[in-house]
Each structure stands twice: as structure tokens, then as C-alpha cells.
């Protein structure tokens, strides 16, 4: 079944405590990206990778790190979580950077930082 | 001004009823557009994708007026699984999508 998985999906952290939250996909898709969703403000793009080895920022990279060193693999870093870093993230993937490529989405990962 | 923005509802239409949500953009050069939609605590799905003709799919049906910047979607016959929120996506110059706040759609029996 093509899908985009995260791990966890459920986290309960204290400041400061490194953590990073899984994502894969099997689809082969290049293009990969992860969004926090916040009450009044959206999807927020934070990350993104047009291939391996490539990233870039978003909109919303602060506090947050990402690596591309497989293609089906895009994990994201908290190096030093803080409480406004409390969110529901989304990790999806698409064929290709384009906009009119269909972003499919990962379950989503609920985190809390206290 | 926010680049998308939706109105948050939440709309509560009983079944059976038609229904209509509009969503306006503010960077006239967009191209593309989408209606995505997110069941509660779920990822977005792709619902449709919106062109300058406008398109239907079954009961959906959408809606781009790029004079005044803005799209719709309109359903019909609701179903009680149609209850959702509705995500306006619009692309950006550099061709990021950009989601606006989503319109809850909530339809009862």
C-alpha cells in the first residue's frame, strides 16, 4: 500500500530533551516535506527536500533540523525542544516539487513539549 | 493580509443540503488551487484540484474567479460523512503551496 509513515505518533516531552520524529514513504517520491499545524495559522511548511542530500527551509525552520540521506527517509530533529515547538506535525511527500503534484500526507505526529 | 484565507465556520447543514465555501487569495499570479480535506486530528487528503473552467466531481463541485481572487467549493446533497474541514491550498510564485486555515463543514441528520 503507498503511504507515508511517522514515528511517533503521539510524544510527550520536557524542554530540552532532543528528540526526532520518523518519517518514510514508499511511493519513490523526490520531493518530501514537513508541516506543523497550529490553531489559527494553518500548515506551515518547516523543511523540505527536492532529492537526497538536498533541504531547504521553509517557513518555520527555527528550533528544527532535517536530514535527506535516502530518498524514501526524512527525519526531523529537535535538537532542543521548547514549548512553543508544541504542535501536530505532518510529514508528506510528493513525485516531484511541483505544486500541482499531489501531496500525500503521513498520520500526523502529536507532540507536547512541557 | 493573509495570503489564503477561509472562513472558519464551523457550517452546520443538515443532510441533504447544499452548501458552499468560498476561500480568497491575495497573490494574483497564483496558478494553481486546491480544496484538500482533513477529517478531526487526520492528515489532508487531496480533494480536488480547482480549474479556470471549474470542475465537478459527483457531488462537488469547484469554482476559480480570478478576477476577484477567489474559489469555491460547493456541495451538494451533504452527507453526515462529508462532516470535515475544508482546506483552501493556493501556490505561491516560487510554487510552494500555501494552506489556508481549513472551513469546518459539520452536517447533521
Known amino acids: 500500500e503507498a503511504q507515508v509513515t511517522q514515528n511517533p505518533r503521539y510524544l510527550i516531552t520536557v524542554t530540552g530533551k532532543k528528540l526526532t520524529v520518523t518519517c518514510s514513504q514508499n511511493m519513490n517520491h523526490e520531493y518530501m516535506s514537513w508541516y506543523r499545524q497550529d490553531p489559527g495559522l494553518g500548515l506551515r511548511q518547516i523543511y523540505y527536500?527536492?532529492?537526497?542530500?538536498?533541504?531547504d527551509k521553509g517557513d518555520v525552520p527555527e528550533g528544527y533540523k532535517v536530514s535527506r540521506k535516502e530518498k524514501r527517509n526524512f527525519p526531523l530533529i529537535l535538537e532542543s525542544p521548547s514549548p512553543n515547538q508544541t504542535s501536530l506535525y505532518f510529514c508528506?511527500?510528493?513525485?516531484?516539487?511541483?505544486?500541482?503534484?499531489?501531496?500525500?500526507f503521513g498520520p500526523g505526529t502529536r507532540l507536547t513539549v512541557l | 493580509r493573509k495570503e489564503v484565507e477561509q472562513d472558519p465556520g464551523p457550517f452546520n447543514v443538515p443532510e441533504g443540503a447544499t452548501v458552499a465555501f468560498n476561500c480568497t487569495y491575495s497573490n494574483s499570479a497564483s496558478q494553481s488551487f486546491f480544496w484538500y480535506r482533513q477529517d478531526c486530528r487526520k492528515e489532508p487528503k487531496l480533494l480536488m484540484s480547482v480549474y479556470s473552467s471549474g470542475n465537478e466531481d459527483g457531488r462537488f463541485t469547484a469554482q476559480l474567479n480570478r478576477a476577484s481572487q477567489y474559489i469555491s467549493l460547493l456541495i451538494r446533497d451533504s452527507k453526515l460523512s462529508d462532516s470535515a474541514t475544508y482546506l483552501c491550498v493556493v501556490n505561491t510564485l516560487t510554487d510552494k503551496l500555501i494552506f489556508g486555515t481549513g472551513t469546518r463543514l459539520q452536517v447533521f441528520p
Open positions: 508528506a511527500s510528493s513525485l516531484r516539487q511541483y505544486s500541482t503534484d499531489t501531496q500525500y
Open positions: 527536500s527536492m532529492n537526497v542530500e538536498v533541504t
